[in-house]
């Protein structure tokens, strides 16, 4: 079954952000298996305490321990720590079936 990464971020410096966090983490995505389905700055907030203007990623995986292998990995820890003071993330890891299916 599918499982997918939804990354909510505020981030407080975004070319440091990217320049470092993103460029190590896209090319680790596709190394564990994943696959982005949306990177995206500017989230327009509806309701809730997200903030406005935050970013949203969605990543999909072949299965729930393919994403876990991804996470739990030392290369993403490191990558992980390249994110410290620059981005505030919430991470939810969830399982699909297909729907109607």
Known sequence: MPAYLIVTAT???????????????????????????VRTPGAVLLEGDFGDGGSVVISEWPSREAALNFWNSPE????RALRQGVAHCQVLLIEAPAIGG
Request: hydrophobic share 50%; net charge neutral.
């Open 11 to 37: 981030i407080a410096d975004r070319e440091a952000f990217l320049a470092g966090y993103a460029a190590r983490a896209a090319s680790l995505v596709e190394k564990f298996g994943g696959k982005y389905l």
């Open 76 to 79: 993403y820890g490191d990558a």
